[in-house]
């Protein structure tokens, strides 16, 4: 079946750091790839997405990039704050929409001041 | 309200006790959908609902777990003769209607099986 896995956490950076969180895949067709986010005390919300190979979503500094040769979709931000801790999940779903997502473990992000 | 609501925010129970948990939905969001948390792993996908109907309800792990959205709104997801195992945040989420919509996640009812 389908799958997603993440890099392991806690991910732990100084403020103004490059991050990068990776996240690969497995999937029987051509899936629709998604980062949420879930900031302390709040639902997930949607960061991202990106719907078919070479796509690249961006939102919020945030970019990740639909890569089928690698199964890949890794976020990267050039400079992070510490409004940016938060634990974030790559997923995946087989149709274009949110419709059955498969998710990752999530990786708890640390930005220190 | 102007997100979706889910209550309660928590829940203790005892093992074999029956419990429901509620999700009031985006207000016109003809999809909703049941993920289930437990500790330290991502959501996992339990049921989906479009309009009145579950659409796939491939995820409940078994028949002890039972939802509906009986005028396709409020949705209730049932869980009979609970076990400690059940213990997890249930996340509900809604979207609209058409294939490339967004799904709004509440904040999750905390269920503990004591």
């Known amino acids: 079946g389908d799958s997603v896995t993440q890099m392991e956490g806690p991910v732990t950076l100084s403020e103004e750091a490059f991050l990068t969180i990776n996240c690969t895949y497995t999937?029987?067709?051509?899936?629709?790839l998604f980062w949420y986010v879930q900031y302390p005390g709040e639902g997930l919300q949607l960061l991202l997405k990106a719907t078919k190979a070479d796509d690249k979503g961006s939102n919020k500094g945030f970019e990740a990039t639909y890569r089928k040769e690698t199964t890949s979709f890794h976020l990267e931000k050039g400079s992070v704050q510490v409004s940016d801790s938060a634990v974030y999940f790559c997923a995946l779903s087989e149709k274009e929409g949110a419709q059955k997502l498969v998710f990752g473990q999530g990786t708890r992000l640390t930005i220190n001041p | 309200g102007a997100g979706v609501s889910q209550t309660p925010s928590n829940k203790v129970t005892e093992k074999g006790k029956y419990v429901e948990l509620r999700c009031d939905p985006i207000?016109?969001?003809?999809?909703l959908y049941w993920y289930r948390q437990s500790l330290g792993q991502g959501p996992e996908f339990l049921i989906y609902f479009q309009g009145t109907g579950a659409a796939d309800d491939s995820g409940l792990p078994n028949d002890r777990f039972f939802a509906v959205r009986p005028e396709g709104s409020v949705s209730t997801l049932k869980i009979q003769r609970t076990e400690r195992g059940d213990s997890a945040v249930y996340l509900c989420a809604s979207s609209a209607q058409g294939a490339k919509t967004e799904a709004f996640f509440g904040q999750g009812t905390r269920l503990t099986v004591v």
């Open positions: 999937a029987t067709g051509y899936p629709s």
């Open positions: 207000s016109g969001h003809t999809a």
